[in-house]
């Protein structure tokens, strides 16, 4: 009798398997929305199906610290056994080489990074109302941190959401699904944003190379109605034009919002140099906190000519302009000819990504700063950026500091910042505190 139940059982296990199989297959090859019987997205949202099937990876021996200490990440060569089927980007259960239960997450064998943890919880299914849940703890977080009108809602491994972006615009949302295991998962994303927020409109800014790592196509595009994609918002009581579909990243850089704020003392009657500046936001704050006169240079002429527009909207394109430039050929020329002002700020990209590179990052940064610092008066600011995550806060300090001592100036720290709260760092998730703020004082 014992042995006809066990039968039954496996007989079940299996057929759900082929069933899940298939349909997960069908929905991944669609590109964007996917049609299914309402039948089967019951048996992908039932937890019945994936619990008769869930596939179960068992790590090595040794666990790595960094996955017992909370990282959500597990590498190829962590993991000693797979038993089940691998459907990329479905859920599997994660075990220790002891069969103690380690969490849940996506698997994509494609990629280096091959499961990314969703919960550590085993009683936790991994469904729609999984992410609706989710989401509205972000913005629980969000609401309590006092980042409601434009925030970064969700901010991937930082919110137990490893590879999804959502940055809320005022009534907008802009989405990035960076891996294949939580891209599966968008139609029930935009169903959480709809549910949640009732939003004007939606965006899919998948336009990203680290995407094809995970065998997935760069593409963006409404995931809501149409709608105008050039949006204004306001920060500190300003006007920005973010534009969704053509700007850098997801439109606008949320992460320096209190930075923005950090300069109003330091600008007033000031003649400014803004370099690395995208849509002006920096300097526009300058101009509006009573600098003198305020000139900003990107390379970008589509930047230049946003943050020009920026600058009229806010009615101060007579104080502050934007010209299109390489900031490193400029700076070293107007140092040559002996240009000075009373602030200077530098905001550029990353410089690297890899940490083969990353003595040319280095050096890239102390370049510009020992050329920015040259062009401030004595007693005047230096108002300073870096994003590159692999470069850490001591070393950019450590930069920093190489930086004038080649250009001869003491300086002293007026302040030192990160990324704003709506982007929480994980302690010993090293990627989750990327943005170094820094002002110093030279004199
Ligand atoms: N400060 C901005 C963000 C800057 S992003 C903000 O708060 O919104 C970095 C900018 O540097 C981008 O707009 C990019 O176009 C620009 N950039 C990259 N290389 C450059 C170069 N060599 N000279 C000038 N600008 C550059």
Same mark, same amino acid.
């Given at each position: 009798?014992?042995?006809?139940?066990?039968?039954?059982?496996?007989?079940?296990?299996?057929?759900?398997?082929?069933?899940?199989?298939? /349909?997960?297959?069908?929905?991944?090859?669609?590109? @964007?929305?996917?049609?299914?019987?309402?039948?089967?997205?019951?048996?992908?949202?039932?937890?019945?199906?994936?619990?008769?099937?869930?596939?179960?990876?068992?790590?090595?021996?040794?666990?790595?610290?960094?996955?017992?200490?909370?990282? !959500?990440?597990?590498?190829?060569?962590?993991?000693?056994? /797979?038993?089940?089927?691998?459907? !990329?980007?479905?859920? *599997?259960?994660?075990?220790?080489?002891?069969?103690?239960?380690?969490?849940?997450?996506?698997?994509?064998?494609?990629?280096?990074?091959?499961?990314?943890?969703?919960?550590?919880?085993?009683?936790?299914?991994?469904?729609?109302?999984? $992410?609706?849940?989710?989401?509205?703890?972000?913005?629980?977080?969000?609401?309590?941190?006092?980042?409601?009108? &434009?925030?970064?809602? %969700?901010?991937?491994?930082?919110?137990?959401? #490893?590879?999804?972006?959502?940055?809320?615009?005022?009534?907008?949302?802009?989405?990035?699904?960076?891996?294949?295991?939580?891209?599966?998962?968008?139609?029930?994303? *935009?169903?959480?944003?709809?549910?949640?927020?009732?939003?004007?409109?939606?965006?899919?800014?998948?336009?990203?190379?680290?995407?094809?790592?995970?065998?997935? !196509?760069?593409?963006?595009?409404?995931?809501?109605? #149409?709608?105008?994609?050039?949006?204004?918002? &306001?920060?500190?009581?300003?006007? $920005?034009?973010?534009?969704?579909?053509?700007?850098?990243?997801?439109?606008?850089?949320?992460?320096?919002?209190?930075?923005?704020?950090? =300069?109003?003392?330091?600008?007033?009657?000031?003649?400014?140099?803004?370099?690395?500046?995208?849509?002006?936001?920096? @300097?526009?704050?300058?101009?509006?906190?009573?600098?003198?006169? %305020?000139?900003?240079?990107?390379?970008?002429?589509?930047? %230049?000519?946003?943050?020009?527009?920026?600058?009229?909207?806010?009615?101060? +394109?007579?104080?502050?302009?934007?010209?299109?430039?390489?900031? $490193?050929?400029?700076?070293?020329?107007?140092?040559?000819?002996?240009?000075?002002?009373?602030?200077?700020?530098?905001? #550029?990209?990353? $410089?690297?990504?890899?940490?083969?590179? =990353?003595?040319?990052?280095?050096? +890239?940064?102390?370049?510009?700063?020992?050329?920015?610092?040259?062009?401030?008066? #004595?007693? +005047?600011?230096? *108002?300073?950026?870096?994003?590159? &995550?692999?470069?850490?806060?001591?070393?950019?300090?450590?930069?920093?500091?190489?930086?004038?001592?080649?250009?001869?100036?003491? =300086?002293?720290?007026?302040?030192?910042?990160?990324?704003?709260?709506?982007?929480?760092?994980?302690?010993?998730?090293?990627?989750?505190?990327?943005?170094?703020?820094?002002?110093?004082?030279?004199?």
């Amino acid at each position: 009798m014992r042995q006809e139940v066990r039968c039954r059982k496996s007989e079940v296990r299996r057929r759900m398997s082929e069933v899940r199989s298939s /349909i997960i297959a069908r929905i991944l090859r669609t590109s @964007e929305t996917f049609r299914l019987p309402e039948s089967d997205l019951r048996h992908l949202t039932s937890g019945l199906l994936i619990f008769a099937a869930m596939t179960q990876v068992f790590l090595n021996r040794k666990i790595s610290f960094r996955i017992a200490n909370g990282h !959500p990440w597990i590498f190829n060569n962590e993991v000693n056994r /797979i038993e089940g089927e691998v459907t !990329p980007g479905q859920t *599997v259960e994660v075990y220790g080489h002891d069969k103690k239960f380690v969490g849940k997450g996506y698997i994509n064998p494609q990629s280096q990074i091959i499961v990314r943890l969703l919960t550590r919880n085993k009683s936790e299914e991994i469904n729609e109302q999984f $992410f609706l849940d989710k989401i509205k703890q972000c913005w629980e977080y969000r609401q309590k941190t006092g980042y409601t009108e &434009n925030c970064r809602l %969700v901010f991937g491994e930082a919110d137990s959401m #490893p590879q999804l972006i959502i940055d809320k615009f005022n009534d907008y949302f802009v989405i990035q699904t960076l891996a294949l295991g939580i891209d599966v998962w968008k139609p029930a994303i *935009v169903n959480a944003l709809n549910t949640i927020f009732k939003p004007k409109g939606i965006y899919e800014r998948n336009d990203v190379p680290v995407r094809e790592l995970e065998g997935l !196509p760069q593409q963006k595009g409404f995931l809501s109605a #149409p709608f105008d994609t050039k949006i204004i918002i &306001n920060e500190n009581g300003l006007k $920005f034009y973010v534009d969704v579909e053509n700007g850098q990243k997801t439109g606008y850089f949320l992460d320096q919002q209190d930075n923005r704020k950090a =300069i109003q003392h330091i600008v007033k009657g000031a003649d400014v140099l803004g370099a690395f500046t995208y849509t002006g936001t920096f @300097e526009i704050h300058a101009a509006h906190y009573g600098a003198k006169s %305020v000139l900003g240079l990107d390379i970008s002429a589509n930047a %230049v000519q946003q943050a020009n527009d920026n600058a009229a909207l806010n009615g101060v +394109g007579d104080r502050c302009k934007f010209e299109a430039a390489n900031a $490193f050929d400029v700076l070293k020329q107007w140092g040559k000819e002996g240009r000075q002002y009373d602030v200077v700020m530098l905001d #550029p990209p990353a $410089f690297t990504k890899s940490r083969e590179t =990353i003595q040319k990052a280095i050096t +890239g940064y102390k370049e510009i700063n020992l050329r920015g610092m040259k062009l401030v008066k #004595p007693g +005047g600011f230096l *108002v300073t950026s870096s994003c590159t &995550n692999l470069v850490n806060p001591e070393l950019f300090l450590q930069t920093i500091d190489m930086a004038a001592k080649d250009a001869r100036r003491k =300086i002293r720290q007026v302040c030192f910042q990160t990324q704003s709260s709506d982007h929480p760092i994980i302690w010993n998730l090293e990627n989750t505190q990327y943005l170094k703020f820094l002002i110093v004082q030279v004199l």
